[in-house]
């Protein structure tokens, strides 16, 4: 994902990830797409052994091997590496968070294309629609495929698919250290994920669960920050 809406900061230096923290970045970031160890070393081309040991060993060992992770999980290397840009921002500067915040709260406005970038290849969200007893809002992981949302549900539960009914899919994010955040809502139509070659490429969902793919009609977005005195 891109920061190109952030307010303007120094560049900070990118720190290189000590083992753990490589370990910890690169499982989190499994768990937002739904990828198991094995997945993610078989789509980069090594075995899990390989893939543990080239996490093992840091950045000085195999960065070639650790550039094909990153892609994977739909991150730039240094955000592999070192964090994404708030994360080094805070690291060069922990008390970033003190600044009085001066000013009304600046809107902004995301394109379509720069909708879809924040969302990445997947993450965590929220799926909203009307049912028989009300709104029904719900969290669900996501996977972003050929401009629509992928996500996992029973077949029996408020999520299911429903000719008559519509969606709202949402996602956001927000940094209280950097007093800015964003938000990005769409709306489509739901049905199951029928085609067998995509099934084959995602996670097995559970025995009673089935994916469903949003086709979004209408992609809004919305960014927010708030000046704060230096």
Partial sequence: MTDEHAPAT??????????????????????????????????AGMSIAYL?????????????????????????????????PEERLH??????????LVGPPLLGELTVPECWTRLGPGGLGRLARTGPDGPVVRPVGYLVHDRTILYRTNPDGALAPDANREAAFEVDRTDPK???????????????????????????????????????????????RTASAR
Avoid: K, N
Wanted: charged residues 20%; negative net charge.
């Fill in 52 to 84: 543990r040991r080239v996490l093992d060993l840091g950045c000085d060992f195999d960065r070639p091997a650790l550039l094909r992770l990153a892609a994977v999980l739909g991150l730039e290397y240094q955000e592999l590496v070192s964090g994404r």
């Fill in 178 to 224: 950097l007093h800015e955040g964003w938000s990005v809502l769409m709306t489509g139509a739901l049905e199951y994920v029928t085609d067998l070659a995509l099934l084959a490429e995602l996670p097995q969902p559970p025995a009673h669960g089935r994916w469903v793919r949003l086709t979004p009609g209408t992609v809004t977005g919305r960014t927010i």
């Fill in 10 to 43: 120094p560049a900070t230096p990118a720190v290189p990830a000590t083992p753990a923290e490589l370990v910890r970045r690169f499982a989190d970031r499994l768990a937002d797409l739904g990828l198991t160890e094995a997945q993610a070393a078989t789509r």
């Fill in 91 to 100: 690291a060069a500067a922990p008390d970033a968070d003190s600044a009085p």
